[in-house]
């Protein structure tokens, strides 16, 4: 059970490794500029590899399970699935659900664990495979690995590389799990953070933070839903950045954009942002360089107002 791109490594390794039985995903949905249907990721995957799939609008009620419990699963593996599963699912296989989630658990428990690690600057994070309950990500975990978030990372590239990791631990352990050599750790729910799900309007940046922590914003919104400000009344994203802590910056407001040698630092609550690449409403993505060549005004002008 998996819906998006983090998913695709999970069934690939489970395809390599026993019988998948059936896939269940969410529904195809409109994107692009045409809205047009498409499939998630899992179902390209699994059609691909000729396995039956089931998208059902929701799993609320017993009865849409039926298709699953005509699969007789041994055991369910699921990863980023999309929707919360009730008892009737939870018990529905002899060896219950294997969850592939992206955090350190009991860290960051939740729909959004990749962004708000990097939101609250972790050194690290991980895959914890866990044993679901109907808690949310609070089952007995059977094994994590830790990996380092780099300086520069991005939600883009953390998530691809916890998504393969998540295939290779289920290469190394599930055999484990299966013949019950191992055994899960309840988790200590007093260490519990959350990560609730990252909505369209958490990109809006807020310059009263200080430059480390827009910093992490940009980085945590990359690429979706993307880190914006406004400039005469037209959104403007921050597709790159960096933070910069020079206490030699002049005094202004938070949001006030200053010439900084062959570039641009907008003011922060605490330091600032150096500009490397945005995006004005309707043009393309350009460097902060060949902004300015166009933009001379965007100097000393004021940010989200």
Not at 144 to 154: G, K, N, S
């Amino acid at each position: 059970m998996g819906t998006p791109e983090f998913a695709v490594p999970a069934l690939q390794k489970l395809i390599e490794m026993q019988q998948v039985v059936g896939v269940v995903t969410q529904p195809d949905r409109p994107a692009g500029r045409g809205r047009q249907l498409q499939p998630p990721p899992v179902k390209v995957a699994a059609e691909a590899a000729s396995i039956p799939v089931y998208q059902p609008v929701s799993l609320r009620r017993e009865e849409a399970a039926a298709p699953l419990a005509a699969w007789q699963p041994e055991m369910i593996v699921v990863a980023a699935f999309g929707q919360i599963l009730r008892p009737h699912v939870l018990n529905l296989p002899p060896r219950g659900c294997l969850n592939v989630h992206a955090s350190l658990l009991p860290r960051w428990r939740g729909a959004s664990p990749i962004q708000h690690a990097i939101l609250a600057g972790d050194a690290e994070t991980g895959i914890s495979l866990m044993q679901m309950d109907v808690g949310l990500d609070t089952g007995p975990v059977y094994v994590q690995q830790a990996i380092p978030i780099q300086p520069d990372e991005t939600t883009a590239t953390l998530h691809d590389r916890l998504a393969a990791l998540g295939g290779e631990m289920l290469g190394q352990y599930l055999a484990g799990i299966l013949a019950g050599r191992l055994i899960p750790t309840p988790q200590n729910d007093a260490q519990a953070t959350y990560a609730p799900l990252i909505k369209k309007e958490a990109g809006q940046i807020d310059w009263t933070q200080s430059g480390t922590q827009i910093d992490r914003h940009v980085r945590a919104m990359t690429p979706w839903p993307g880190a914006f400000t406004t400039w005469q009344g037209k959104m403007l994203k921050v597709l790159a950045a960096a933070p910069l802590l020079d206490t030699r910056l002049p005094n202004g407001p938070a949001g006030q954009v200053e010439a900084y040698r062959d570039g641009v630092v907008i003011l922060a609550g605490e330091g600032g942002l150096l500009l490397q690449t945005i995006q004005l409403a309707g043009k393309r993505a350009v460097s902060i360089e060949e902004f300015l060549r166009g933009r001379p005004d965007f100097i000393g002008s004021q940010l989200g107002v």
